[in-house]
């Protein structure tokens, strides 16, 4: 009897197997002569350069010091440390022998050339999105690029866990394949914009958390998630920051990288700006703003604003402690000759911290960044750079961190900010 039950758990065993390969099989598409560029029009390879940007295709794509495309770029997640891919069209190491038909299918299936599955650190689960039109443009882009010869580094992920077949699982589970479909509550512009956020610019790749096998809750949309070491807040009227994120300051900072009242983008946010949505038309940026916009609902809380500044101009040009205060010393010393505003408003080159988004997040994470490795020119506003301060201990970062949390907020302190400090300090600095 017990061996009876053995040989049928071995076969039970064996068919379910076999049953799960025959399910996450996918053919392979043959490969195909690198197309030529005068196999693209000009205008369809210019469209193409829009639409890579607005997905931010070369920046994770294209690691520090890298040709672009190349791939690369280690993108460090819960499970282990993927490389993006070489995606230019080499036909060796990167796309070159991919048919239209082969490339479509990665978009919106999540399958490679060779059928095999791809990780969703590809955000195919947001590409499925985009009209065939789009990504026949991607396609010409990337046929018209500089062919680079750069091999795949081996991904860093423990076993089984880098076996791709068993993505055929997790697809089942959590991705839902289609393409965009708008909703007829809403006008055309915000379509429009849901289209190129959801689908195109995968938004809620950075700010929506996932769940223990990585998957965005679709229960917690935009409601924040750490990515890359940095802190995406949310976009949903969750978001902490003391000034409401209106339609006119999302114009300002998704179309220049600069918020009068919450400060620049940085880390992984400034390529998404600098490098993505400043190459859309007017038009398309406008619709992005317009749907973002209406998931915070900060037009609604336009009011809120006026004592919020008012205040915080107060707190600059007071004492927020006696010179007694070692904190405040710090800060005086370190800080306080920039971020200093004395007029009747701001000066968005100037980021009165009272206001800034980093310092009333849950999490200390984006604060003690910038403090450590700073702002540069290109990230940015044009031509102001904030210096790092590497250089300080991880106590005294620490003290600026909850001096600026103490005088700046009435939110609850930050915990253990010294063991933080060291913990991104041993990050490093990355690829942002």
């Given at each position: 009897?017990?061996?009876?039950?053995?040989?049928g758990?071995?076969?039970?065993?064996?068919?379910?197997?076999?049953?799960?390969?025959?399910?996450?099989?996918?053919?392979?598409?043959?490969?195909?002569?690198?197309?030529?560029?005068?196999?693209?029009?000009?205008?369809?390879?210019?469209?193409?350069?829009?639409?890579?940007?607005?997905?931010?295709?070369?920046?994770?794509?294209?690691?520090?010091?890298?040709?672009?495309?190349?791939?690369?770029?280690?993108?460090?997640?819960?499970?282990?440390?993927?490389?993006?891919?070489?995606?230019?069209?080499?036909?060796?190491?990167?796309i070159?022998?991919?048919?239209?038909?082969?490339?479509?299918?990665?978009?919106?299936?999540?399958v490679?050339?060779?059928?095999?599955?791809?990780?969703?650190?590809?955000?195919?689960?947001?590409?499925?999105?985009?009209?065939?039109?789009?990504?026949?443009?991607l396609?010409?882009?990337?046929m018209?690029?500089?062919?680079?010869a750069?091999?795949?580094?081996?991904?860093?992920?423990?076993?089984?866990?880098g076996?791709?077949?068993?993505?055929a699982?997790?697809?089942?589970?959590?991705?839902?394949?289609g393409?965009?479909?708008?909703?007829?509550?809403?006008?055309?512009?915000?379509?429009?914009?849901?289209?190129?956020?959801?689908?195109?610019?995968?938004?809620?790749?950075?700010?929506?958390?996932?769940?223990?096998?990585?998957?965005e809750?679709?229960?917690?949309?935009?409601?924040?998630?750490?990515?890359?070491?940095?802190?995406?807040?949310?976009?949903?009227?969750?978001?902490?920051?003391?000034?409401?994120?209106?339609?006119d300051?999302?114009?300002?900072?998704?179309?220049?990288?600069?918020?009068?009242?919450?400060?620049?983008?940085?880390?992984?946010?400034?390529?998404?700006?600098?490098?993505?949505?400043?190459?859309?038309?007017?038009?398309?940026?406008?619709?992005?703003?317009?749907?973002?916009?209406?998931?915070?609902?900060?037009?609604?809380?336009?009011?809120?604003?006026?004592?919020?500044?008012?205040?915080?101009?107060?707190?600059?040009?007071?004492?927020?402690?006696?010179?007694?205060?070692?904190d405040?010393?710090?800060?005086t010393?370190?800080?306080?000759?920039?971020?200093?505003?004395?007029?009747?408003?701001?000066?968005?080159?100037?980021?009165d911290l009272?206001?800034?988004?980093?310092?009333?997040?849950?999490?200390?994470?984006?604060?003690i960044?910038?403090?450590?490795y700073?702002?540069?020119?290109?990230d940015?506003?044009?031509a102001?750079?904030?210096?790092g301060?590497s250089?300080?201990?991880?106590?005294?970062v620490?003290?600026?961190?909850?001096?600026?949390?103490?005088?700046?907020?009435?939110?609850?302190?930050?915990?253990?900010?010294?063991?933080?400090?060291?913990?991104?300090?041993?990050?490093?600095?990355?690829?942002?």
């Amino acid at each position: 009897m017990f061996r009876r039950i053995v040989i049928g758990l071995a076969l039970a065993l064996v068919l379910g197997l076999g049953g799960f390969a025959a399910f996450a099989w996918r053919p392979s598409i043959a490969p195909i002569a690198r197309p030529a560029a005068s196999d693209f029009s000009a205008d369809l390879v210019a469209r193409g350069a829009v639409l890579a940007s607005g997905g931010y295709c070369a920046t994770c794509h294209t690691t520090r010091g890298g040709k672009p495309l190349a791939g690369g770029r280690a993108m460090v997640t819960a499970f282990g440390t993927l490389y993006s891919t070489n995606i230019t069209p080499d036909p060796e190491t990167g796309i070159g022998n991919w048919s239209e038909e082969a490339f479509r299918r990665a978009m919106h299936d999540g399958v490679a050339r060779d059928g095999s599955h791809l990780f969703p650190a590809f955000p195919y689960d947001h590409f499925t999105k985009l009209s065939d039109a789009d990504v026949h443009a991607l396609y010409a882009w990337l046929m018209t690029r500089p062919a680079v010869a750069a091999p795949a580094r081996s991904n860093a992920l423990p076993f089984p866990l880098g076996i791709r077949a068993l993505q055929a699982g997790w697809k089942l589970l959590f991705f839902k394949p289609g393409r965009f479909a708008p909703d007829p509550a809403h006008d055309a512009a915000w379509n429009r914009g849901a289209y190129l956020a959801e689908a195109l610019g995968h938004c809620g790749a950075c700010h929506t958390p996932r769940n223990g096998l990585g998957a965005e809750k679709r229960d917690a949309a935009y409601a924040g998630a750490s990515i890359d070491n940095w802190v995406a807040p949310p976009l949903t009227g969750a978001n902490p920051a003391p000034v409401p994120w209106t339609s006119d300051e999302l114009a300002a900072y998704l179309g220049t990288g600069i918020s009068r009242f919450h400060g620049t983008a940085a880390g992984p946010m400034a390529p998404v700006v600098h490098e993505g949505l400043a190459k859309l038309s007017p038009e398309d940026l406008k619709a992005v703003v317009r749907y973002v916009a209406s998931l915070g609902g900060g037009d609604a809380r336009a009011a809120e604003a006026a004592p919020v500044i008012a205040k915080a101009l107060v707190a600059d040009r007071s004492s927020l402690g006696p010179l007694a205060d070692a904190d405040a010393r710090l800060y005086t010393a370190a800080c306080a000759s920039c971020h200093y505003n004395a007029g009747t408003q701001p000066n968005p080159l100037r980021p009165d911290l009272a206001l800034n988004s980093a310092v009333s997040l849950s999490d200390p994470t984006n604060l003690i960044r910038v403090i450590l490795y700073g702002i540069s020119a290109k990230d940015g506003a044009p031509a102001i750079v904030m210096p790092g301060f590497s250089g300080f201990s991880d106590a005294d970062v620490a003290r600026i961190c909850a001096h600026l949390r103490r005088t700046r907020t009435s939110l609850p302190p930050w915990s253990d900010l010294e063991k933080s400090v060291a913990r991104i300090r041993a990050e490093g600095r990355g690829d942002y």
